[in-house]
């Protein structure tokens, strides 16, 4: 079965086969980590992202990953937090299930997400932690093409929190 990293870095700078991008339904680019990731991939990255014609929240698309050192980007709109009546630990499961879906479906054997919906859309971060640790964890179990999902966080506080979530959800 495959493993499951925690660690603290830029996703940028990963060398795997996807990285996932925290997207807006535009695809259009924005602040945060899709601001960076627009950056170091370069200006093609936009231009790819116009024929996509935006991606529903909860949803994942597929582009090259251009100037960074991963081959493909995947991009999700996680859901913006509310007030947890909106459907938003739906929304941010299915986010993660799909995006491993989607780099399963390109053979994709290393994947690394950052923290979705927890920076500009304000999705508690505790509790977010443990729906990508319990969607990633059920995505393994049943999968034979990815190898590793890194966690990518960007901040000690984001580190500890799925540090913590990890505990609870894998153990050891
Ligand atoms: P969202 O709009 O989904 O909340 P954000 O980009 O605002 O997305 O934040 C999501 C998480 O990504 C936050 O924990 C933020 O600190 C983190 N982040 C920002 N830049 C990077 C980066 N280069 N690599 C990894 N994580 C990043």
């Given at each position: 079965m495959g493993t499951i990293r925690i660690i603290r870095g830029d996703i940028t700078k990963i060398k795997v086969a996807a990285i996932v991008n925290a997207a807006n339904t535009t695809l259009l680019g924005g602040g945060g980590v899709d601001g960076a990731i627009h950056r170091a991939a370069g200006p093609e990255l936009?231009?790819?992202c116009q024929k996509l014609h935006g991606c529903a929240t909860g949803e994942a698309k597929i582009t090259p990953g251009f100037r960074l050192p991963a081959q493909f980007i995947i991009?999700?709109?996680?859901?913006?937090?509310?007030?947890g009546t909106q459907s938003e630990a739906c929304l941010l499961h299915n986010s993660y299930r799909n995006s491993l879906a989607l780099a399963a479906a390109y053979n994709c054997q290393t994947i690394a997400?950052?923290?979705?919906?927890?920076?500009?859309y304000r999705y508690p971060?505790?509790?977010?932690?443990?729906i990508a640790l319990t969607t990633i964890r059920d995505f393994l179990a049943a999968?034979?093409?990815?190898?590793?999902?890194?966690?990518?966080?960007f901040d000690a506080t984001t580190l500890a929190a799925y540090q913590q979530a990890y505990q609870q959800v894998v153990g050891n």
């Amino acid at each position: 079965m495959g493993t499951i990293r925690i660690i603290r870095g830029d996703i940028t700078k990963i060398k795997v086969a996807a990285i996932v991008n925290a997207a807006n339904t535009t695809l259009l680019g924005g602040g945060g980590v899709d601001g960076a990731i627009h950056r170091a991939a370069g200006p093609e990255l936009l231009a790819a992202c116009q024929k996509l014609h935006g991606c529903a929240t909860g949803e994942a698309k597929i582009t090259p990953g251009f100037r960074l050192p991963a081959q493909f980007i995947i991009h999700t709109p996680g859901p913006i937090w509310r007030d947890g009546t909106q459907s938003e630990a739906c929304l941010l499961h299915n986010s993660y299930r799909n995006s491993l879906a989607l780099a399963a479906a390109y053979n994709c054997q290393t994947i690394a997400f950052p923290s979705l919906s927890t920076g500009v859309y304000r999705y508690p971060l505790a509790a977010a932690a443990v729906i990508a640790l319990t969607t990633i964890r059920d995505f393994l179990a049943a999968n034979t093409v990815i190898q590793t999902v890194t966690m990518v966080c960007f901040d000690a506080t984001t580190l500890a929190a799925y540090q913590q979530a990890y505990q609870q959800v894998v153990g050891n």
